[in-house]
């Protein structure tokens, strides 16, 4: 029997009221640790992300209650998918996972797969197939999970092709991989967790991670329970209890086993990781936006790779916001010592961190540092294993081994000192001139190349195959500490160039290539060689060799440096050499062009609507296609000066570029044609696809005698002011105020309350017997509630009124499917209705719709089959459910009411929420002391009578009405009284907007003050567009650029809207606006 492990020389989590520590004493497997959070830590936060929602906290968390249940959900779907484990079986089964899916969905699979009893294997993305299945055969894989992306999809076929090739009796069961919502349930009132496990053999396998794949093949690495518990304590000998702390993780895959073991971690210490969103697009994302995700989850550390360090340290907003952080840990890889030093010097606390998949980390985790030049330095507390063996070859430098000790057990043991196995990690190191606790990287011993993504390449096998072409005598890679690899070619005999002559180096670089792309389908994605990136050597200076033969690869590579150089130099300034240009700048053609620039740097053909990062594109190779398009258009002096740094990011399919780049072209609108029709094709066959099927309405029952309202979204300010106003009508008997369940763990009665209070409102409504309070999810068939209570809402509902909805402009419309089909699952609700005729569906659509509308004409209240009135991704999704209950409309017996929202302002008490455009510009006049005026008109609607209005549309015997103030009143009655209100000038607003941009100061670390003293600089780019779109020359337009709506039939069904019930907008307006606003403290004039 095992002795405990001893305590760790830091207590974490002391004093913590929501965090109970779980045993790390070997007790207990990491399995009992997730269970024992689920009884005794339910409330403490595991995982953090950016908020999904437009006003409230700028963060959403997942409680350990969340996640242990998902575990448990997760554990249940496996045993369903592969079989239970049978007791005292000899050999667990080995379930693998391939998925680039979100951070909690991975972690809840790879620890339900240990949950169920099974062994986890977690595959890198990354893996070519022959590296793939290498590791499937070698580890007896029995089950693979597969992300429901194309690109997984695509590897795991290859993979299992190559995997039969050599072994036509080995079968491998596919299953796929779920999704948030699966494991991630809002309202699980039937949750019934598993029954309690017995403690395993410490020492058998739990989860197999993999070496790079940089060598002849990845290898795999078996982890025990001993291990893994041992990995949760590292943070043990570090200087700080973490409790509570948000580690951000951002854009690091899970299967890395960086994430894997950081996220173990804080299943000891209680600290929280921050994470991209699982309801985001992509699980990658730029430089610039991770800043943004690390700002808005309110990281204290963040873990990151060097590659990401160095484009930080380019933007000064960005050093600003990570001198805010209490540590910047990076591993991996060597960060450049040039912006090691600048950012020091300037407050980041940076600090490495050295660890391997086969050790955990060895080193101080996230120590104390007190002294700039020690960024670069590790400290290796005696507890973590690490031996440091002098070089007799090199004095003055270190190899690196560990060896087993109570809190340490290596995973491979590859090496032997004095007889004791030991891990050789083959890394050198040098000890820092004053202080002999620390130590810094040199090198490795075995020459392997590490990128400053953290990823590694071992350049021999590699070589070899490029060293098999004849043309070649030697080939010696290089790329330590860079963004991407590139080799140094010495011609054979007979085919030596001058590598100055441009056309002698690109004819010989094309005659090699074939080899070249030999060598990289050999290795992984991230060790691919660029043609650029070929250095062939001069006559003048030939490769030295060792008496034995042997390539001089250091002293090789530092002779040629300059030459290096040059080569990174000139991939940075422009990229794909090979490729023309397009000779117009017109939709097929740009589409042409960047297929070719895609399909040479990912090395495959993707389809117009792919997604590259699905398909393994990394950040370098989105830096390669992004200096490719802009070359292209410098070429033809098309200026590219304000073209955004992440295009390829925001844009990344073919099509997507195409569309983006054909816009900046003198030619983009002869194809504007090409791309509506495109655009067209994927919105109707997104509306084809929730337009199938509708359930036939049986009629069983009577008329009721009340309605009975199912309302969505009761917590916005639109629904709130619905839900009062629903309460107060006697018609109504009772109102399903229906929500998602909060993250943060309030109720749904509790939010209203405050939702109410805040916008003025009648709170007692929230103990209405009317009111039934309902926590669920439309997107889920059953809508996410008990069948009981569906089918009491089915046969009692006479009225929907959806108004949940996401805002978020950044989005495309995939991200919104999910919201689509609640829409179709409330039609379905309706239809299914016993009553003589369906539930009344009433739906409140946006503006964004026909944002896009160039009519000399207001847009009339009716369908809009016309799609390039329509912009971004959440106008898309508005105007696919539109179609979809008009559509419903045509072929059933349901009576929809489509109802088009213009802006809406103040609540009855003034609420308008301090983080939208309007508020802010008010605040930046405060600031600035000027507001901008403009000749145009506003139609804002109060929200009081919004709600009325809607209400009163919910029989409207139309299909499409419009919803703002029927009489517009001009912009300047409004800004000219809160300047005054506000002792601020009024100018025009292109003058307004060019103080606002030049307000703030780029190159000073206070900008992120700057922006909380002026919340308007956060959003130049939707005044931008504005200030380019006000004026008196854009007819049927108000004065922010949106077109006119037509309301006449939103007057005849809204009494509420006529002229003798509804004033116009004015001063009275305006006091009750800036009257809140000071009361919140958002503004500070009196």
């Not at 009884?39 to 409230?56: A, D, I, M, N």
């Not at 031996?387 to 995973?411: N, S």
């Not at 009405?961 to 800004?975: A, G, K, M, N």
Request: aromatic share 8%.
């Amino acid at each position: 029997m095992s002795l405990p492990l001893p305590s760790t020389p830091t207590s974490q989590a002391v004093g913590s009221q929501t965090f109970t520590p779980p045993p790390i004493d070997g007790s207990a497997c990491f399995s009992q640790m997730i269970d024992h959070h689920l009884v005794h830590s339910p409330t403490h936060p595991l995982f953090r992300y950016k908020s999904t929602k437009s006003e409230g906290s700028p963060f959403e968390e997942l409680l350990w209650s969340d996640v242990g249940r998902a575990v448990h959900r997760a554990a249940r779907l496996i045993n369903s998918r592969v079989g239970s484990l049978l007791p005292g079986a000899d050999l667990k089964p080995v379930v693998a996972i391939l998925s680039s899916a979100d951070a909690p969905t991975y972690f809840a699979m790879a620890h339900g797969i240990g949950r169920a009893g099974y062994t986890a294997f977690l595959l890198s993305v990354r893996n070519s197939p022959a590296g793939m299945a290498h590791l499937l055969f070698e580890t007896n894989t029995t089950h693979l999970f597969i992300g429901n992306d194309r690109a997984n999809r695509e590897l795991a076929r290859a993979a299992q092709d190559t995997l039969l090739e050599s072994h036509p009796k080995y079968h491998l069961e596919t299953l796929e991989f779920p999704v948030f919502g699966d494991l991630y349930k809002n309202d699980d009132a039937h949750f019934e967790a598993l029954p309690a496990m017995q403690t395993p053999d410490l020492d058998s396998i739990t989860m197999i991670l993999h070496s790079s794949g940089s060598t002849a093949f990845p290898k795999p690495i078996r982890i025990t329970h001993r291990t893994w518990i041992q990995w949760t304590r590292t943070t043990g000998y570090g200087d700080f209890d973490l409790c509570g702390e948000v580690i951000g993780l951002l854009g690091m895959p899970f299967f890395h086993a960086y994430a894997a073991i950081v996220s173990a971690n804080a299943c000891a210490n209680g600290s929280i990781c921050a994470v991209l969103s699982p309801y985001g697009d992509s699980f990658t994302a730029p430089p610039e936006t991770l800043v943004a995700e690390i700002i808005s989850t309110q990281c204290s550390f963040v873990f990151t790779v060097p590659s990401n360090i160095e484009a930080w340290s380019r933007d000064p907003h960005a050093v600003a916001a990570l001198t805010k952080l209490r540590g910047l840990l990076f591993g991996g890889a060597p960060l450049n010592e040039e912006v090691g030093e600048s950012l020091s010097e300037k407050g980041v606390p940076l600090s490495a961190v050295y660890g391997c998949t086969e050790t955990g980390c060895l080193t101080k985790f996230m120590p104390a540092r007190s002294q700039a030049n020690e960024w670069n330095y590790f400290e290796f507390p005696p507890q973590m294993g690490g031996i440091m063996k002098p070089r007799e070859e090199d004095p003055g430098t270190y190899e690196l081994y560990a060896e087993t000790t109570p809190t340490l057990t290596p995973a491979v043991f590859n090496a032997e000192i004095e007889g004791i196995p030991v891990y050789e990690t083959k890394d050198i190191f040098i000890v820092h001139p004053r202080n002999p606790k620390l130590f810094k990287i040199l090198g490795r011993a075995d020459d392997q190349i590490m990128l400053s993504t953290g990823e590694k390449t071992n350049p021999g096998p590699m070589e070899m195959i490029i060293k098999s072409d004849p043309m070649v005598k030697e080939a010696v890679m290089f790329g330590r500490g860079r963004f991407q690899n590139g080799v140094l070619i010495e011609p054979a005999e007979g085919h030596q160039i001058d590598p100055a002559d441009l056309e002698a180096l690109s004819s010989f670089r094309n005659a090699i290539w074939k080899s070249v792309e030999r060598a990289n389908a050999y290795g992984p994605s991230h060790s691919r060689i660029f043609k650029e990136m070929i250095v062939v050597s001069a006559p003048s200076k030939p490769f030295l060799y060792t008496p034995k033969g042997s390539v001089k690869r250091q002293v090789i590579v530092k002779m040629y440096e300059t030459e290096i150089d040059a080569a990174y130099e000139a991939v940075e300034d422009a990229s794909q050499t090979n490729i023309e240009p397009p000779t117009t700048w017109d939709y097929p053609n740009v589409r042409d062009f960047i297929e070719k620039v895609v399909s040479s740097v990912l090395g495959r053909g993707l389809a117009d609507d792919d997604d590259i990062f699905q398909y393994g594109a990394d950040s370098l190779q989105a830096t390669t296609i992004r200096n490719a398009i802009l070359r292209a258009l410098r070429q033809d002096n098309i200026s590219v000066t304000n073209i955004s740094q992440s295009f390829v990011y925001s844009s990344p399919t073919i099509s997507g570029l195409a569309k983006f780049v054909s816009s900046l072209g003198d030619s983009a609108s002869q194809d504007i044609d090409s791309y509506n029709e495109a655009r067209k094709q994927r919105l109707e066959e997104m509306v084809a696809k929730y337009t199938t099927n509708f359930p036939l309405h049986r009629p069983t029952g009577p008329a009721p005698k009340t309605e009975v309202a199912m309302l969505t979204g009761s917590t916005g300010g639109v629904g709130s002011a619905v839900l009062a106003h629903l309460v107060a009508l006697p018609s109504f008997s009772r109102i399903y105020a229906f929500n998602r369940k909060s993250r943060d763990g309030v109720s749904v009665k509790q939010r209203q309350l405050e939702a109410l209070e805040d916008r003025g409102l009648d709170t007692s409504i929230v103990n209405s017997d009317k009111v039934i309070f309902v926590e669920g999810d439309t997107t889920a068939e059953d809508l996410g509630i008990s069948p009981e209570l569906y089918s009491e809402i089915r046969d009692s509902v006479t009225c929907i009124i959806h108004n949940a909805w996401r805002v978020d402009f950044a989005l495309s419309l995939s991200s919104f499917e999910p919201l689509i089909k609640g829409t179709r699952n409330l039609v379905d609700l309706a239809l299914m209705s016993p009553h003589p005729t369906p539930a009344r569906v009433l739906f409140t659509s946006s503006v964004s719709v026909v944002m896009n509308w160039t009519a000399p004409t207001p847009v009339p209240e009716d369908t809009l089959e016309d799609t390039t009135a329509i912009v971004m991704g959440y106008g898309e999704s508005k105007w696919v459910s539109e179609r979809i209950l008009q559509i419903a409309g045509e072929v059933t017996a349901l009576r929809p009411v489509v109802v088009r929202l213009g802006q809406m302002s103040g609540g009855e008490n003034g609420s308008w929420n301090q983080s939208e455009w309007l508020p802010c510009i008010v605040r930046s006049g405060e600031v600035l002391g000027v507001l901008p005026t403009t000749d145009g008109s506003i139609s804002w609607l109060p929200l009081s009578a919004a709600a009325t209005a809607i209400v009163e549309m919910r029989n409207s015997p139309y299909t499409t009405l419009h919803l703002c103030h029927p009489r517009p009143v001009p912009w300047s009655s409004i800004f000219e009284h809160i300047a005054a209100s506000i002792g601020a000038k009024t100018v025009p607003f292109p003058e307004w907007f060019s103080r606002l941009e030049g307000s703030v100061d780029a190159g000073s670390e206070v900008q992120v003050e700057q922006i909380k003293e002026n919340p308007a600089l956060m959003l130049l780019e939707t005044y931008r567009a504005f200030a380019s779109g006000v004026g008196p020359d854009l007819p049927f337009r108000d004065a922010t650029g949106s077109p006119m709506l037509e309301t006449s039939k939103a007057v005849e069904v809204a009494p509420s809207l006529r002229e003798d019930k509804l004033g116009r907008l004015g001063k009275d307006d305006a006091d009750r606006w800036l009257a809140y606003w000071r009361k919140t403290g958002f503004l500070q004039t009196v």
